[in-house]
């Protein structure tokens, strides 16, 4: 959005078709008095000259719509995203949104806890998106000068935009700022999936142990597919690991090893510090960082 708002450019003084013809005849022909007159006006409303349209019509170029809103709508669809993944992990019973004291999630089902912020985002954010494909449209039929079908419509494309995305913001703010972490449920939901993400880490130490790659990786394969049938046809815990240990192709493999979660994380959490350091922080001190995010209405 930075970068978007840094290359917008002002059309100046060009006059009713953007040739500048009346300010020249005004001037007696004076061309070195017309561009004068045109940095000058841009200079009065605190405009760099520089940044200005060298050629231009009646109006502005309509494309500069179009990579506005176009940007909104790149920003809507970030939201959208984080709400949706919020949204999903909420159905794992890994996050929440924030949720009242005295906040109802169903008027029907007392025990639900919906996440509506996140749901209005997503609906909010549809919209946005939805915008960025009207400013092109009407870009596209300027014709030769400009055709006067542009005006009512930009009124409601371009208004709309920012309005919807400030406030998916607004709720996005609320939702990042209270968002609840069940760290407990995480490392259930992890510790039943690991066995089965550790597998590649298995076969590799099988075969640093002397197994043949082949019929180490077949082995794997047989115990896997037994142990997600006991988990998805019987609902019964995964054993994959126990599995393993009974298999003598595994006995000089330490199968506790590798179920460390943090072997399969990365630099994860070295990228997020710099992401932070790098990013965030800047932004929060450009901007600032509200000290009390307010309560949407519900």
Not at 58 to 72: E, K, M, S, W
Not at 145 to 151: G, K, N, V
Request: proline share 4%.
């Amino acid at each position: 959005m930075e970068h978007r708002r840094d290359g917008l450019r002002l059309r100046g003084v060009k006059g009713t078709t953007g040739t500048q013809a009346s300010f020249l005849a005004l001037f007696d022909g004076d061309h070195e008095r017309v561009e004068s007159l045109d940095r000058l006006v841009l200079e009065k409303v605190g405009w760099d000259p520089d940044r200005r349209l060298l050629l231009t019509g009646q109006t502005y170029p309509r494309l500069v719509d179009a990579q506005v809103v176009g940007t909104l709508a790149t920003v809507a669809c970030v939201l959208h995203k984080v709400t949706t993944d919020v949204r999903l992990l909420a159905n794992r019973k890994e996050l929440e949104e924030p949720f009242g004291e005295r906040q109802i999630g169903s008027s029907a089902m007392a025990y639900k806890r919906n996440p509506m912020r996140c749901e209005r985002i997503g609906g909010m954010a549809r919209f946005v998106m939805s915008l960025a494909q009207n400013p092109l449209q009407t870009a596209a039929v300027q014709w030769l000068e400009r055709t006067l079908d542009d005006s009512s419509n930009r009124r409601l494309g371009q208004h709309e935009a920012f309005l919807a995305l400030d406030g998916c913001l607004d709720v996005m703010h609320n939702v990042a700022a209270g968002l609840v972490v069940y760290e407990h449920t995480v490392r259930a939901n992890l510790a039943a999936e690991l066995p089965f993400m550790a597998t590649e880490n298995v076969l590799m130490a099988a075969v640093r142990a002397g197994a043949d790659r082949q019929r180490a990786h077949e082995v794997i394969r047989r115990h896997s597919q037994a142990a997600a049938e006991e988990v998805k046809a019987r609902g019964r815990p995964n054993d994959l690991l126990e599995r393993l240990g009974r298999d003598p192709l595994f006995a000089d493999v330490d199968l506790g090893d590798v179920l460390d979660p943090a072997r399969y994380v990365g630099r994860a959490p070295e990228q997020v510090d710099a992401f932070i350091t790098a990013v965030a922080a800047p932004l929060r001190a450009r901007y600032g960082a509200a000290a009390d995010v307010p309560e949407p209405s519900v």
